[in-house]
């Protein structure tokens, strides 16, 4: 199995991760499509508690003392 090795200095900065990018303005700002749906958590599980979750809607809340993160 034979990797395609990649030359960042050839291709000019990975120029291939922008080139189906849209750009917006006079300045132009990368444009974001709008996601077709929002989804708003039902809870927050701690980032120490996480792998004990049976939640999976849960969102992941890092605020956390330092010494359990």
Do not use: Q, T
């Amino acid at each position: 199995m034979s990797k395609k090795k990649c030359n960042l200095v050839d291709e000019g900065f990975r120029i291939s991760l922008i080139e189906d990018a849209f750009f917006d303005g006079v300045f132009e700002i990368p444009h974001i499509n709008a996601p077709e749906s929002i989804i708003i958590p039902k809870g927050m599980v701690p980032f120490s508690n996480r792998e004990r979750s049976c939640e999976y809607s849960d969102f992941v809340c890092f605020y956390e003392k330092r010494h359990k993160f």
